[in-house]
């Protein structure tokens, strides 16, 4: 049972990137998925999340309207589109999940699963 992220890279101020995140191993139909991030010196947050019905997105008030998290039905692959990126978005993303989890819950200690994480820089 893996996750596996990818997609970040560099790219300017105002850009865009998509990562990916790869379910494998097991179904995720019942797993809430989301994508957190950890900057150098800081500790890793809640960055975007859905419900494990899959009807329901939350996204944290530094990324919203800019960023928009999606899932195929059976939650094998989870994206996040990132647009209008800023310096300060550079970090390293990582994909999560739980069964059962909301989506909403920005505790980290929350996620059970962890993919690799995805280096994100942003340059000015």
């Known amino acids: 049972v893996q996750l596996q992220a990818s997609g970040g890279g560099l790219v300017q101020a105002g850009g865009s990137l998509r990562p990916s995140c790869a379910a494998s191993?097991?179904?995720?139909?019942?797993?809430?998925m989301g994508w957190f991030r950890q900057a150098p010196g800081k500790e890793r947050e809640f960055v975007a999340g859905?419900?494990?019905?899959?009807?329901?997105?939350y996204y944290a008030d530094s990324v919203k309207g800019r960023f928009t998290i999606s899932t195929d039905n059976a939650k094998n692959t989870v994206w996040m589109q990132m647009s209008s990126l800023k310096p300060e978005d550079t970090a390293v993303y990582y994909c999560?999940?739980?069964?059962?989890?909301?989506?909403?819950?920005?505790?980290?200690?929350?996620?059970?699963?962890w993919g690799q994480g995805t280096l994100v820089t942003v340059s000015r």
């Open positions: 859905i419900h494990w019905s899959g009807r329901t997105t």
């Open positions: 191993g097991q179904s995720f139909s019942g797993y809430g």
């Open positions: 999560g999940a739980k069964l059962f989890w909301s989506g909403a819950d920005t505790d980290t200690k929350s996620i059970t699963l």
